[in-house]
């Protein structure tokens, strides 16, 4: 099982996430992200690197984007972390992907 850290815009979407059920839903993603980080689809192009994970609910598609990172400790050797970039609806989500990137 990967850590899992989480970056600021990622952060401000789940606090104002209001819905328990969609909540529910991302969480489940992060522990199967966690669990198996390449379950995503890599992207191409501008965004090659990240991973995306499709989140259907009440007939919207939600985005999930992650990308992996290698952490090699003496201890422990080489331990996987998923950052997770972004979260949101698909409408405008890689525009904003990739403003946030550059």
């Known amino acids: 099982m990967a850590e899992v850290i989480f970056l600021p815009p990622a952060i401000k979407f ?20 966690s669990d198996d980080p390449n379950i995503g689809v890599m992207k191409h192009g501008d965004l090659e690197g990240i991973f995306g994970y499709d989140i259907y609910y009440n007939r919207i598609n939600y985005e999930l984007a992650y990308r992996l990172e290698e952490r090699v400790s003496a201890e422990s050797g080489k331990t996987e972390i998923v950052i997770i970039i972004m979260a949101g609806t698909r409408e405008n989500f890689y525009d904003e992907l990739k403003r946030y990137i550059k």
Do not use: V
């Open 14 to 33: 789940f606090k104002k996430l209001k819905d328990k059920k969609l909540k529910s839903l991302y969480e489940n993603a992060i522990k199967k992200i």
